[in-house]
Structure formats: structure tokens, C-alpha cells
């Protein structure tokens, strides 16, 4: 008898034994796997270094920058104003350009009021300090996603809004038509980009010598270039279709740019990294632009819109059963509605700037047209 006891006893410590462990492994799988992903344990953040470096993302996450810029009643968005078609401070002291309706569009979804923007001019060289020390909230500044500034600089790249290529321009009466045409060449560059890195780059794989003349801005550069202190001026092509333009408008030298391109250069919507509810709201009002655009909505009508396709019935705010519909990115129903209205559809916008160029057929144009513009579904 005394034996059975014993057995028993021992049985029952060791079933209770594997009991601990199997819950001791069970609250690791909690913890990992069916925590919400937005809620720190007090506990956990003081016992673990990485739940610890997590704890600022979950803060922002639950009421940072949105609610920062909701509180103040207006979005920052640091920019330029030397770039015709792009953002320019124009004679009556007003921004305009591509870029600044991309901010603008942010300012509507938000507030239902494109004009609660600040528009925050900014050099290259210093942009990315600005927006990492909280000068703005958005950056749409012809700003080139790259490895290194997704990786070191403590920036958010969005949806790229504009494909672009770094190219070279000349006065056509130089004859110049290669690179090789530009050895020990004095080049206009802006200073601080992904621009002045490539022609380096490019240059020096191909041995070919050239003197590198920086500038901060184009308001320097390009009166520089026409003067005659460069035999070249490098930067996105797009940009230097704008300058042809202006300066050819002008009575200036007919201008020659080199059909090769000697980059990518996608431009884009850039945020700080570490929020990602912000980031989604700046993602989705960019992004709605180019949607309304592939529904054929624009200014004048997706207002009045009266049909029963369902997606464009949540797009518009209004769900399929008349009862609104919020995919929960913390963006008002209707906010698509008030971002075309207000700014215009993708391609509003585009042709709005005849500088940018042609949209029909090129790569900024939508994806069933060739294009690469294409947003994940909204639904």
C-alpha cells in the first residue's frame, strides 16, 4: 500500500511538472503570436531589449503624427519653389506645382481641405534632417527612393508618383550628343542628391574626366548654366525638359537633351520612418488620385456619382449598401471625394503642368495603358 502511495505521488509532481513547462511554452506562443500588435506589456518592455525599442513605434502608432497635424489644423510639407511644373513659388507668392498638389492631396483627405497645408521650402542637402527633426510631416520634393536614404536617413518611402531617369542637357549648338562629347567638361549639378552621385558614378566607370560645378538650388544653377559657367547641366529628365522649355520661351540657345538616361529615378511621397498609421493616410490620399483616375472619376463628377459599381461605391465613401464604408486607415469615408475633387485625379493633375511633359503612353501613365501607375485594390 505504502509503495502504491508513493508511485501516486510521484506520478501526480511529474504530471504537474509537464504541466508548468507546457504553460511556460504556451505564454511564449501568446506573446509572439496572438498578442494584439500594438500592445506592449509593461513587463515585457522592461525585461526585454526588443520590446523595449518597439515601445516609441507602438506610441506612434497610437496617436502620433496624425494626431500632432489634426491638433494644429494643418499638414507641413517640406518642398521646393525653383522648379517650374513641380513646385514654384510663383509671382503672386503662391506654391504651385505637381508636388505641392500631391501635398495638397494629403491636406484634403485629412481635413476636407486642400488649402490646410504649409508648404516648407527646403534645400536638398538638408531635407532629411528636416523631416527626421519634425519640420514637416510629408516631403514631396523630387526626391529619389534609394537603398541607403530607406535604410540610413529615417525616411518612409510611399507610392512613387512620378517615374523619372537622370539625363544631361546641352546648348544644341555644342553638337554635343554622348558623354564621351563631355570629357573634361565643366557640368552643372545640383549639390546633396542622388544626382550629383550618379554623374560621378557614371563618369568614372567610363573614364571619362569632368569637372563637377555645385549649386544649391536651380535658381543658381540654371542662370549658371545659361551664362555660359558649364557646357552642361545634369539632372531628372523630366526637370530638364521644364528648363528647355523655359529657357527656349525665354529667347534663349536652343537646348539639346541627351537621349541617354544614366539612371532610375523614381520620385515620390516621403514620411518619417516609425508611424505607420501616418504613413498609411499619406499612402492612401496619394494613391487615391490615381484610383479615381482608373474609375474615370475626376472634379467634375465623381461628386455626383450615381452608379452601382461596389468598388467605386467604397471608394467614394458610400459602401454598397448606402451604410459608408472605412477600410480604417483613419481617413474620413469620404475622403477620396474631397482629394479629387478639390486637386484633381492623377491625370488632372499631370496635364495641369505642361512642362512635366506628355502622360499618354509613357511610363507614368496607368497600368492598363501601358503605364506603370497601379494601387492595390480598395476594398
Known amino acids: 500500500m505504502q509503495k502504491s502511495i508513493s508511485r501516486l505521488l510521484a506520478l501526480l509532481g511529474l504530471l504537474m511538472a509537464f504541466s508548468l513547462i507546457a504553460a511556460s511554452c504556451g505564454n511564449d506562443d501568446d506573446s509572439s503570436a496572438d498578442a494584439p500588435s500594438n500592445t506592449a506589456t509593461p513587463s515585457a518592455t522592461a525585461d526585454s531589449g526588443a520590446d523595449a525599442e518597439a515601445t516609441p513605434i507602438v506610441l506612434a502608432q497610437n496617436g502620433g503624427t496624425l494626431q500632432t497635424v489634426l491638433d494644429r489644423g494643418n499638414v507641413r510639407c517640406g518642398s521646393r519653389d525653383d522648379v517650374p511644373g513641380f513646385a514654384l513659388l510663383n509671382d503672386a507668392g503662391e506654391y504651385e506645382g505637381f508636388d505641392i498638389d500631391m501635398c495638397r492631396a494629403v491636406a484634403a483627405a485629412i481635413f476636407g481641405d486642400a488649402d490646410e497645408v504649409e508648404i516648407v521650402p527646403v534645400t536638398s542637402a538638408e531635407r532629411f534632417t528636416a523631416l527626421a527633426s519634425g519640420q514637416f510631416e510629408v516631403m514631396n520634393r523630387n526626391t529619389t527612393w534609394t ?70 538650388g536651380f535658381d543658381t544653377l540654371v542662370p549658371a548654366y545659361e551664362e555660359g559657367q558649364c557646357e552642361a547641366m545634369t539632372a531628372d529628365s523630366s526637370v530638364l525638359g521644364v528648363f528647355k522649355y523655359e529657357i527656349e520661351q525665354d529667347g534663349g540657345d536652343d537646348q539639346h537633351i541627351m537621349t541617354e538616361l544614366i539612371s532610375k529615378e523614381p520620385l515620390g511621397t516621403v514620411v518619417r520612418d516609425g508611424d505607420t498609421e501616418w504613413a498609411q493616410v499619406v499612402n492612401w490620399a496619394t494613391m487615391a488620385t490615381v484610383q479615381a483616375w482608373e474609375f474615370g472619376l475626376d472634379s467634375s463628377n465623381i461628386g455626383s456619382y450615381s452608379g452601382t459599381d461596389p468598388n467605386i461605391l467604397n471608394f467614394i465613401g458610400a459602401g454598397q449598401d448606402g451604410d459608408g464604408f472605412n477600410p480604417g486607415l483613419g481617413l474620413p469615408d469620404d475622403f477620396a471625394v474631397h482629394v479629387v475633387e478639390q486637386v484633381g485625379n492623377y491625370e488632372e493633375i499631370f496635364n495641369r503642368y505642361p512642362q512635366l511633359g506628355v502622360l499618354e503612353g509613357s511610363v507614368n501613365d496607368l497600368w492598363s495603358n501601358g503605364g506603370l501607375m497601379y494601387v492595390p485594390p480598395y476594398r
Not at 181 to 191: G, K
Open 147 to 216: 537603398a541607403t536614404r530607406d535604410g540610413d536617413e529615417g525616411a518612409n518611402f510611399l507610392f512613387t508618383t512620378y517615374y523619372d531617369g537622370q539625363g544631361i542637357m546641352v546648348p544644341a549648338s555644342t553638337g554635343f550628343t554622348t558623354l564621351n562629347d563631355l570629357e573634361d567638361a565643366n557640368i552643372c549639378v545640383s549639390t546633396g542628391t542622388t544626382t550629383e552621385l550618379n554623374l560621378t558614378a557614371v563618369f568614372q566607370a567610363r573614364q571619362i574626366p569632368f569637372n563637377p560645378v555645385t549649386f544649391e
